[in-house]
């Protein structure tokens, strides 16, 4: 049985496989590969990901151990929060929106404060 040679994706290098499956010439250099199309990832991800975590991260900070909190727009945006980035929304009972940031959201009050919760 002879194998055809295969040229490694990463190395760029002839090599022959020892298995019908391999498509890297080691698995130093399919590791490798593997590092570099995870990072290219992350890299696009980036513009959209670190306002995100900000954001999650501001209002973690103001909730600390609790669950809910009431701050002000101004103190919102003194602490740098963006409020045009979100995961997801949510309609609640009143017709309001619970705008969410992974595992946690904020809705606008009647009197124009904001309310920050944990869900």
Same mark, same amino acid.
């Given at each position: 049985?002879?194998?055809?040679?295969?040229?490694?994706?990463?190395? $760029?290098?002839? =090599?022959? #496989?020892?298995? &019908?499956?391999?498509?890297?010439?080691?698995?130093?250099?399919?590791? !490798? =590969?593997?590092?570099?199309?995870?990072?290219?990832?992350? !890299?696009? !991800? &980036?513009?959209?990901? $670190? #306002?995100?975590?900000?954001?999650? $991260?501001?209002?973690?900070?103001?909730?600390?151990?609790?669950?809910?909190?009431?701050?002000?727009?101004?103190?919102?945006?003194?602490?740098?929060?963006? =409020?045009?980035?979100?995961?997801?929304?949510?309609?609640?009972?009143?017709?309001?929106?619970?705008?969410?940031?992974?595992?946690?959201?904020?809705?606008?009050? #009647?009197?124009?404060?904001?309310?920050?919760?944990?869900?």
């Amino acid at each position: 049985m002879e194998t055809q040679a295969r040229v490694c994706p990463f190395t $760029k290098e002839p =090599f022959v #496989p020892k298995r &019908s499956n391999q498509l890297f010439v080691n698995s130093s250099a399919r590791i !490798k =590969f593997n590092n570099y199309i995870a990072s290219v990832k992350r !890299k696009e !991800k &980036s513009p959209i990901d $670190k #306002p995100l975590d900000k954001n999650r $991260k501001i209002i973690t900070q103001i909730l600390g151990t609790s669950t809910v909190a009431t701050k002000t727009k101004d103190f919102l945006l003194g602490a740098g929060f963006d =409020f045009s980035i979100m995961t997801h929304a949510r309609l609640l009972d009143n017709g309001g929106n619970l705008v969410c940031i992974y595992d946690v959201a904020y809705y606008k009050l #009647p009197d124009g404060e904001y309310k920050l919760l944990r869900l």
